[in-house]
């Protein structure tokens, strides 16, 4: 048996579902790349919310670390981002995960990157 096989049937159907998700919004706004680029940057929640509905197992950190991996410039709230966040006042869960938390993260990144919420990625 080889170890590096990915035995996890639902994982394996996810990557089929998601390719079948990236072709349509692909169809529907001239590629997946040009909708990402328009997709307005101050709304990181919204996009994470349409990845978790429209594709498969794209909820939560997976989806948040499929934006980093495609070069979107994109908070992905781990524990220690979490924690820093918090030592920092913001009030949110130790585990940041309920849209609320997300949205509050999202209003704190904002001052970050001004580039990247003029417009510029």
Same mark, same amino acid.
């Given at each position: 048996?080889n170890?590096r096989?990915?035995r996890?049937?639902?994982?394996?159907?996810?990557?089929?579902?998601?390719?079948?998700?990236?072709?349509?919004v692909?169809k529907?706004?001239?590629?997946?790349?040009?909708?990402? @680029?328009?997709?307005?940057? $101050?709304?990181e929640?919204?996009?994470?919310?349409? +990845?978790? /509905?429209r594709?498969?197992?794209?909820? *939560?950190?997976?989806?948040?670390m499929?934006?980093?991996?495609?070069?979107?410039?994109a908070?992905?709230?781990?524990?220690?981002?979490?924690?820093?966040?918090?030592? @920092?006042?913001?009030?949110? $869960?130790?585990?940041?995960?309920?849209?609320?938390? +997300?949205? /509050?993260?999202?209003?704190?990144?904002? *001052?970050?990157?001004?580039?990247?919420?003029?417009?510029?990625?």
């Amino acid at each position: 048996m080889n170890a590096r096989i990915v035995r996890n049937g639902a994982k394996i159907m996810s990557v089929r579902e998601n390719a079948r998700f990236v072709l349509e919004v692909a169809k529907e706004h001239g590629s997946f790349a040009k909708f990402l @680029a328009d997709w307005p940057p $101050a709304n990181e929640v919204g996009l994470l919310e349409l +990845l978790s /509905k429209r594709g498969s197992r794209l909820g *939560g950190a997976t989806g948040q670390m499929l934006l980093r991996f495609l070069g979107y410039d994109a908070f992905v709230a781990t524990k220690d981002v979490a924690a820093c966040l918090r030592d @920092a006042g913001l009030d949110i $869960a130790a585990a940041p995960t309920s849209k609320r938390d +997300l949205a /509050k993260i999202q209003e704190h990144s904002i *001052g970050w990157c001004p580039l990247t919420f003029i417009g510029v990625h």
